[in-house]
């Protein structure tokens, strides 16, 4: 389950914990280009640099993105100390470093993260581990990172976060979000802030269980048989309804109301 939302491009600790983002009105950001760039505007491409120590994964990831994003240019490197003999001529706009095992997603996080950010300028830095535990997402947030993506994730949700955070979003699985705010302690013994039972319309509720589980608008509007224009106009609607300020909020403050339909 996954969902997107608004959030300014530096993270805020004390405001935006529970926040994952994008626009409101597209998670997934399409259409970053309509076309394959030609070889007259390579220089414009954005250069995504998969850095793993994990040969098959690496290689299976950058094939996957080159076949996914012509928009993007892929390069891989085996570590951190390799991509960064190459910050000079090679440089990156997005690095995606990735790690398995807890041990090793807590160095990425801890170490590398700071590296990578200090080695480049305006380089945006993607997480990608098999952990999913909560803390370790948002301690990346908190770090620099423009997001962070578990290996559970279908690959054209990990390609969607990639290009939410290449037109200056951030991204993080909802399903995170709502384990951190259900274990904080500012929300102990707290009443949940939910929407009035039967606010929304069937057609919102089936809109809004689909936004639960992370589908992108195209998605639902494919199994709605809608057109995305009209999920838009549904999600704007729920927000404005129960005076949510983006689509994680949305989710949040409706998960009562879901639980109870």
Same mark, same amino acid.
């Given at each position: ?7 300014? $491009? ?17 998670? !997934? @950001? ?8 030609? +070889?007259?505007?390579?220089?414009? %491409? ?5 850095? $793993? ?11 996957? !993105? *080159? /076949?996914?994003?012509? /928009?993007?240019?892929? #390069? ?8 960064? /003999? ?16 807890? *041990? @090793? ?9 700071? %590296? ?10 993607? &997480?990608?581990?098999?952990?999913? #535990? ?14 962070? &993506? ?28 709502? $384990?951190?705010? +259900? %274990?904080?302690? +500012?929300? @102990? ?13 069937? #057609? ?20 709605? +048989? ?21 689509? %994680?909020?949305?989710?949040?403050? $409706? ?7």
């Amino acid at each position: 389950m996954n969902a997107f939302s608004p959030v300014s $491009s530096s993270f805020t600790p004390a405001i935006e914990p529970v926040l994952a983002l994008s626009s409101e009105n597209d998670y !997934l @950001a399409p259409g970053v280009q309509t076309r394959a760039p030609s +070889s007259n505007v390579a220089a414009s %491409t954005t250069t995504i640099a998969v850095i $793993s120590p994990n040969n098959f994964f690496r290689t299976c990831l950058t094939r996957c !993105l *080159k /076949e996914m994003g012509q /928009e993007f240019g892929i #390069r891989s490197y085996n570590n951190l100390d390799e991509w960064l /003999e190459n910050t000079g001529s090679d440089s990156a706009n997005i690095v995606l470093l990735c790690a398995t095992g807890q *041990k @090793a997603t807590e160095t990425v996080v801890q170490q590398d993260l700071k %590296t990578a950010l200090e080695a480049a300028n305006r380089v945006r830095v993607i &997480v990608v581990s098999d952990s999913d #535990r909560p803390d370790l997402m948002m301690g990346a947030l908190e770090k620099g990172a423009r997001g962070f &993506v578990p290996m559970s994730l279908d690959l054209e949700v990990f390609f969607g976060a990639i290009k939410l955070v290449n037109v200056g979003g951030t991204f993080i699985p909802v399903t995170s979000l709502m $384990s951190l705010r +259900s %274990t904080s302690p +500012s929300n @102990a013994g707290a009443k949940p802030d939910a929407p009035v039972p039967g606010v929304f319309t069937g #057609r919102q509720l089936e809109v809004l269980k689909h936004l639960r589980i992370g589908d992108p608008n195209k998605i639902i509007a494919y199994k709605m +048989s809608m057109s995305e224009a009209t999920v838009k106009i549904h999600v704007r609607n729920m927000m404005r309804k129960i005076k949510a300020n983006n689509r %994680t909020e949305l989710v949040c403050k $409706s998960n009562a109301l879901l639980n109870a339909a």
